[in-house]
C-alpha cells in the first residue's frame, strides 16, 4: 500500500491547525535541525468488526505537551535502522505493543512540532487481533481506544479554547473522541489520514471501516 504517493499533507495539516489568541505566545527558537521522531497509528480490528486505533493521554508534566492526547512515539534512537523502527521501538516501550505483530503498511507526512522542534513521521500499523495493552506508568496515564469512523464523522469535528502550558489561549480545531479533545499536531495527523480515507478509498478493499 504505497500511502507516500499523492498525500495531501499541509493541506490536510491546515484544517486542523491552531492558531493563538493569546497575543503573549511566542514560540520558542531553535538553533538546531528539528529532532527525528516517529508515532504509530496502529489499526486493529474489533471484534465487532470496525477498525480502532490507540490514542494515549500523556501524564502531566513541566513541559509542552503536558497531559495532550497523542500517539504512541517519540524521537530516534541511536539503535533505530529507520522511522518504523522508532515508531515501534516506542509503542512497545509505552504500551506494550510486540513490534513482530505489526505490519507496517505505509506512512503519512512529516510533521514539524515547532514547539518542541521535532519533526514526526506518522507510521500506519496493523495488526490481525487487538492487542493486549501494557501501559508505562511514566509515560501513559491512560490508553484511549478510538474508531476510524471517529474521524470521518462530520459531528466529531468541532472548535473551541484550549489553555496550553496552563497560561497560553489557543483557538483550534479538535476531534471529539471519547469526549476528548483531540488536537494540535495529533488531529493534523488525524486530519491528512481522514481525507485519505474519505477520498482516496483507504481501508476500504480490505478493511471495512463503515461498520
Known amino acids: 500500500m504505497q500511502l507516500e504517493n499523492g498525500l495531501p ?3 490536510a495539516h491546515c484544517i ?3 492558531t493563538a489568541r493569546d497575543k503573549n505566545m511566542i514560540l520558542p527558537t531553535f538553533h538546531t535541525p528539528p529532532v527525528k521522531s516517529a508515532v504509530l497509528i496502529l489499526f486493529y480490528q474489533h471484534e465487532q468488526g470496525h477498525l480502532e486505533f490507540p490514542l494515549i493521554q500523556r501524564p502531566a508534566y513541566n513541559g509542552a505537551h503536558s497531559a495532550q492526547i497523542g500517539f504512541p512515539g517519540g524521537k530516534a ?3 533505530d535502522l529507520n522511522t518504523d523502527d522508532t515508531a515501534l521501538r516506542e509503542a512497545k516501550e509505552e504500551i ?3 513490534p513482530a505483530q505489526v505490519e507496517v503498511v505505509g506512512h503519512l507526512s512529516d510533521l514539524i512540532i515547532a514547539v518542541s522542534n521535532f519533526v514526526v513521521t506518522p507510521v500506519i500499523g496493523f495488526m ?3 492487542p493486549r495493552f501494557i501501559p508505562d506508568p511514566g509515560e ?4 484511549i481506544q478510538a474508531k476510524l469512523t471517529d474521524i470521518v464523522d462530520p459531528a466529531l469535528r468541532r472548535e473551541g479554547a484550549v489553555v496550553v502550558r496552563g497560561k497560553y489561549n489557543l483557538q483550534t480545531p479538535y476531534f471529539h473522541i471519547d ?8 488531529a493534523m495527523m488525524l486530519s491528512e489520514l481522514s481525507i485519505l480515507v474519505e477520498k482516496s478509498g483507504l481501508f476500504a478493499s480490505t478493511y471495512n471501516y463503515n461498520k
Request: glycine content about 14%; charged content about 25%.
Open 9 to 11: 499533507g499541509d493541506l
Open 16 to 18: 486542523m491547525m491552531p
Open 77 to 79: 534512537e541511536p539503535g
Open 96 to 98: 506494550g505493543i510486540d
Open 128 to 130: 490481525a487481533h487487538k
Open 140 to 143: 501513559v496515564d491512560e490508553i
Open 179 to 186: 469526549n476528548r479533545v483531540v488536537w494540535g499536531a495529533t
